[in-house]
């Protein structure tokens, strides 16, 4: 079974920068598009970004846009999401997240696995 274990989180100023990763199990993680989510308290789980499984095709949300990065590497499993000139309203647990095998996309129920969330909190 498929397991997707995310790393990177922490504590960040406002405008600095931290990178994300997300492990997974088995053999199967380059069959698939992958995503990144995340939800800050009170609020509804809110897409950031996805890549298909080449890497080629890629969709962020407007407001991460220009300054979150996803990006893979197949050869190690392992999903990443780089986050620059980060903001308060950055602030949320992050989750890493499994999609189909040609399609993500932002509805969190097209995604089937995901992670146990990783805490990213921006504050000076």
């Given at each position: 079974?498929?397991?997707?274990?995310?790393?990177?989180?922490?504590?960040?100023?406002?405008?600095?920068?931290?990178?994300?990763?997300?492990?997974?199990?088995?053999?199967?993680f380059?069959?698939?598009?992958?995503?990144?989510?995340?939800?800050?308290?009170?609020?509804?789980?809110?897409?950031?970004?996805?890549?298909?499984?080449?890497?080629?095709?890629?969709?962020y949300?407007?407001?991460?846009?220009?300054?979150?990065?996803?990006?893979r590497?197949?050869?190690?499993?392992?999903?990443?999401?780089?986050?620059?000139?980060?903001?308060?309203?950055?602030t949320?647990?992050?989750?890493?997240?499994?999609?189909?095998?040609?399609?993500?996309g932002?509805a969190?129920y097209?995604y089937?696995?995901?992670?146990?969330?990783t805490?990213?909190?921006?504050?000076?």
């Amino acid at each position: 079974q498929v397991q997707l274990v995310e790393s990177g989180g922490g504590l960040v100023q406002p405008g600095g920068s931290l990178r994300l990763s997300c492990a997974a199990s088995g053999r199967t993680f380059s069959d698939y598009t992958m995503g990144w989510f995340r939800q800050a308290p009170g609020k509804e789980r809110e897409f950031v970004a996805d890549i298909n499984r080449l890497g080629d095709r890629i969709t962020y949300s407007d407001s991460v846009k220009g300054r979150f990065t996803i990006s893979r590497d197949n050869a190690r499993n392992t999903l990443y999401l780089q986050m620059n000139s980060l903001r308060p309203e950055d602030t949320a647990v992050y989750y890493c997240a499994r999609g189909g095998m040609t399609y993500g996309g932002r509805a969190s129920y097209a995604y089937g696995v995901w992670g146990q969330g990783t805490q990213v909190t921006v504050s000076s």
